[in-house]
């Protein structure tokens, strides 16, 4: 009977159940889709690297599973806190507490069960969207039949396992603990209190903003320095930050509603005072789970941020270290102590061009040198921290070089005179070149005196210089006598290399590079087939993990705002008639709903946003070098910042229109 | 017989420095058959004296005994138990359930108890039949009257034949109408059936057609009024002259 009970009840309260149903169908949807497309064999077998990426979801996982299992206990003790009076009849007409637990746990699992089920469909399709994300990013054809395999499937039912035994038991101990009045009455418990003292509370709030900005700063000192030996300013400031963001979200509240009710104007005019105090009350009793979400929204914000910001970071780095379809490096060298003279590098060398001539399709190719004459009279201008290549002093090329490579990436040549130097570098030193180009000193070479061009990040690409992150181009005849830094061979190939043709190159050996003593094997093709696998597989394992993470989060925090504002709408009906009694309009209390809701909606957003902003801004610190010139970060974090006020707009807009619905009900009854 | 005794009980809130005696060293009896209303102003401790005899709440000390039983010894789950076999509640907001229908809501004691199946169908009919409810039987909750939910919660309460038939505040959510159908209903339910019945109440109209009533103050009685012989008309004018006594002491008009 208690079965036939717990159906019927999921039958009929199946409109309450929505927000249950559709949490958990968004979170598995989420989690198989990951799933499916992580273990795909399709997906893993484009390239080499790709097999981490089921790793890489698994790690998430982890985290997920815990917040997913938060996120279903919230709604579970919401289902459980609106039909408490119901359990409290059953008790009443003396059902044992023991029979009315194992009711709802019943009911949760046949919810959750169906709900799995569905999700289990919609992650097919979810999957195979992210499948064709994943393979239209690996320029491939994309078919529609995403393997359904039965290991992810196993997975996700073991997430599923291990989050229902957590909150089932959870849930369990919620009923032990309640006593039938409790359960009667629950509905008429008031908020408490957390802060007696007035002044202790506006303290608190000031230092736990100190510790927001200390944290922030630190966070800054961090990526600045780098360096492994200030790992704990990173640490503390991820503390302080946790620390301040709870302690905000709790002290916040009341800081602002003494504020107010200082200031009469604002204290009486219009709703303020409802608003505030409903607002305030609010904060107290589920300050920690709004803490919660505020940490959410921060993490979320930081993951989907770093996601773009590493989606461009490894397609810069293709066209930054593999520019063109094969390179061959470090050919001969005058000044490179450890393979100068090794006759037997040189020749591998030649092997490997000459394989490459015989066996290719040659579109276009080039054989240069990046020359020296060991003076400082440009590199001495370049002071920014971290950019000093291997080389202190001036690299030089020529311009006939410089042009014939812009050619060969299909950009337009520079028109340099007899007496002219050109200064092209990258994103590392475009404080030195900004020196250069203020100081405009003529330069000294062989007897030539060099007057500035110009300079520019533009174009600049690390595999021509091999070294230095900046590079001189001077006129052809000024260089004579001078020293080869390295010599470079590059290939434009008329079909795109792969993966497979590192394998078959690298099949004819490698350099053999003497360093203090120890010989080790150095590999001195570029291979661009090959960079964009392993870049696009780790920026797919990188991505896909990270937006993975904010997705879920975005849901979480989404679905709990929703539930905690309707949850309110059933205890603060009795307030809003309260005030339609006392003369309010209809339409003005709508207007109320809508401050109080914005207000819950906004409230743990700000401090994450400016959290998210500012450590956007110490992370462009390492990933300014190698994001692309056009990368703005502030760009990138208010996009990310869009991206998520549009989901969490649709969340807004449910839940304003769930909450005018319930009160309208309430009132027609 | 005595059906149910209570022994000084007392029942107390709030924290050490700030204690409210709910109720306050009470106690009383009841015998079986009798219709009894428990009087008060708000504050005078009716609902909680209800609800500890009930088992909603705990006292903080002395005895309830309801059939010899002292429930204040038992378990949960010997309560629960309990309940389902001696206890009938009605209550002010009925407390039916919305997903079941009403002719379910009556008959979901009777499962509970795990009554012989195809008894459970006569049984509801036959009670339903004499509270006036068998064309309804099939609707929900949500598409009947007040009167009509309440009358469905009295025969969810008496359907078992507890010994004891609670109610608190059994008409606060009706109209005059519907308040009389269901009093008359509640006074059948005593004569006919023999139900032991406590009633909470406020409403003097409401305790005039209970067989003795006893007024609350300050969890205490203060006074006890028996009807015996005399009209309703009669024993109604005697509830209001005692609740103008309890309304204000003449040593606080001044």
Redesign the interface.
Known sequence: MLSKLAIRNVKRSLKDYIIYITTVIMAFSLIFAFNFVSFSEEINEMSELMVNLKYAVIFVSIIIVFVIAWLINYTMRFMFEKRSKEFGTYMILGIEKKQINHLFLLENIILGLIAFIISFFIGILLGNVFSAIVMNLFEMPYKISLKITLLPVLLSALYFILIYAFTLFRSSRRMKKMKIHDLLYLEKKNEEKIWKKKKFRNILFIIFVIMGVVGLWLCDYFFKIMQPNTMIHLLISIILLIISIYGITFTLGDFILNFIKKRKKIKYSKDNLFVVKNFEAKSKTIGMSLGTLSLLITLNLICMNLSFVMKDAFENNIDQQAPYDILVEGIYSDVEESWTGKEDNREKAWQYINYIHQNYEIEDELHYQILTNQSHQVSKHIKDIGSNGLYDYDTYLKVSDYNKLLEMLGVEPIDLKNNEYFVTGDKTVEEGLKAIKEANENITINDKVLSLKDTTIKNFRLGWSTGNSFIIVVPDDVIENMQIVTELYVFNTKNETTEEDYAKLEKIGFYEIEDSGYITQYFPLTIRGYMEAANKSAMTIFSFSLLYISFIFITVVGTILSIQTLSDSNKNKYQHKLLEKLGVEKKDIHKTIRKQITANFLFPVIYPIIIAVVTSFSINRIFYAVTSASMNYLVTIFITIGIFLVIYGIYYIATCMTFKNNIDEESSR | MEILKLENVKKYYGSEKNITKAVNDLSLKIEEGEFVAIMGASGSGKTTLL?CI?????VTAGHIYIGNKDITELK??EL??????N?G?IFQDF??????TISENIS??L???KEDVNEVDNKVKDIASKLGISDILNKYPYEVSGGQKQRCACA?ALINKPKLILADEPTGALDSKSSRMLLETMDEMNEKLNATILMVTHDSFSASFCGRVLFLKDGKIFNEIVKGEKTRKEFFNEILDVLTLLGGDVGNVK
Do not use: H, P, Y
């Open positions: 609800n009930s088992t909603i709440d705990e949960e789950n629960a138990k309990f309940r389902r076999e206890l509640f407390n039916l359930l919305n997903t079941l979901l004691a499962i509970i108890n969810r």
